[in-house]
């Protein structure tokens, strides 16, 4: 099978001696929405890095649709669009310039680069705005830049580090849309982000890097079942005023109409509600303390940093 | 990549070279036509006139062909070094380095916009000249070939002090304390023979005086050293540049982590 992206071994020293990256082992199947995930400095941006060709890397290999980075450099750039954490485009030129030259770094002729160029500005909001100056966009507005930008040469494998911070929802919620969609179509991403219900909501498949090495690399599901418990909070339709019993179910009182409560994972909804409707409580609206992947990531990053 | 790939690659290079220095020409084409101006009407018509021939021409004429050049090589030099380094500045050199453009072709591309640059400002400042002087050109094969070599050289070289700059100061300190000594004493103003035996061989170690003279000869047909010599300098600085620059960019030096 053809990977969209197969690292072996990779590690990378920086000058300072610095090991960033101690033997990363990674497969993205193709068409996948795969989430990378890891705290700050824990070596996403230095792996993403290397695999656009950004940083050279000490040792490992790294191929993608089977071209060799050492080998193919050229056909693995072909492949990739790359979506970088900061702003990286000049502030001086317009947005159609940017997205047209872009496509001209690739071979694209100016003229169907400059559908190419329409077609994802307007697909991104964008159409209006493309002839103003960069620097005068909203910080949302870059972040779409920068994705038209990414994919003016159709890459089959999209690389989006970090792609919707500091974006309001609004934005945040089309932006998913439009990933989800080109997902879709075929096009493979890979994720990373500090928003974990981004990654939830988003990606199939996730690895968890920390201090240079992968901690977990399994598919969403499987790690989400991980989890041992859970704990939800629920409004209540009326005040009550003392905490309910409820059996085996470790429950605080958060105030006169919120309970919080702590589910096993053998344990059952069902008979949670079952217990509450028997003494009268009516729950409104019930919601995850914390979000579940946020739960497990912190558990990982935190053993292996213990 | 196909030979047009890397056609279309450069070429979107050297247009958005050529757009980036016209859109502020203010900042790079209207200078040096003040400048140059200002030197033909104080040492061409003003002192000029006091010191009558110079290798047997008007001294304005004299220095017509080293004003020239003088604006060409700064010029092209300061295009490269300021858009390549403002490229590594704000990382937008990182569109490039990710695409399949060949290193060769990113160099070639910015060497290129330095060129185009420098033909440019040399054109203007030639425009200024002609209200001081009749200017008539001796050979123009080899004015066409010295401007064209010299701007590509100086763009090399601005290509270079780019890759290495690690602050927008990096980019003025060759400029200024380097390139300019080099071009005042470079023969625009004078000819060596006017130095002693001493300085006339100190003078010869200095490249740019070779080019100022090349030029001189297309245009007035007179030089203080063999045209040949000339060339031939220029050429070997240009394979010289060309391979530490690619060697740079290969190696990523200056722009890899």
Partial sequence: MTYALQIQDLKKVYGNRFEALKGINLQVAQGDFFALLGPNGAGKSTTIGIISSLINKSSGSVSVFGFDLDSDRREVKRHIGLVPQEFNFNVFEPVEEIVINQGGYYGIPRAEARVRTEALLKQLGLWDKRREMARNLSGGMKRRLMIARALVHRPKLLILDEPTAGVDIEIRQSMWKFLKEINQQGTTIILTTHYLEEAEQLCRNIAIINDGELVENTSMKALLNQLNMETFVLDLNDDIQQLPELGNYVIRMLDSSTLEVDVEKQQCMNELFGKLSAQNIRVRSMRNKVNRLEELFMTLVEKKSA | MSAKEIYIAF???????????????????????????????????????????????????????????????????????????????????????????????????????????????????????????????????????????????????????????????????????????????????????????????????????????????????????????????????????????????????????
Avoid: C
Wanted: net charge negative.
């Fill in chain 2, 11 to 257: 070429q979107t290079i050297l247009v958005k070279e050529i757009l980036r220095f016209v859109r502020i020409w203010i900042q790079t084409l209207l200078p040096p036509a003040i400048t140059t101006a200002l030197y033909f009407v104080i040492f061409g018509s003003l002192i000029g006139s006091q010191i009558g021939d110079m290798e047997g021409f008007a001294y304005m004429d004299f220095i017509v062909p080293g004003l020239i050049l003088m604006a060409v090589i700064t010029n092209s030099y300061a295009n490269v070094v300021s858009s390549f380094y403002s490229s590594k500045f704000q990382h937008n050199i990182e569109e490039m380095l990710i695409s399949p453009t060949p290193n060769y072709v990113i160099l070639l591309g910015h060497v290129a916009g330095g060129v185009a640059r420098g033909l440019f400002v040399g054109f203007i400042v030639t425009g200024v000249s002609l209200f001081f002087t009749d200017l008539s050109i001796d050979n123009w094969f080899i004015t066409t070939l010295v401007i064209l070599l010299t701007a590509f050289l100086f763009s090399l070289a601005g290509f270079i002090n780019a890759v290495y700059a690690n602050s927008f100061d990096d980019i003025t300190i060759i400029p200024t304390f380097v390139l300019t000594p080099l071009t005042y004493l470079g023969g625009v103003f004078y000819s060596i023979k006017m130095l002693p035996d001493f300085w006339q061989d100190v003078s010869l170690a200095n490249p740019i005086l070779y080019m100022v003279n090349a030029f001189r000869y297309g245009i007035l047909g007179a030089s203080d050293i063999a045209i040949g010599t000339a060339f031939g300098l220029i050429i070997g600085f240009i394979i010289l540049l060309f391979g530490w620059a690619m060697y740079l960019l290969n190696n990523g030096i200056g722009i890899r982590k």
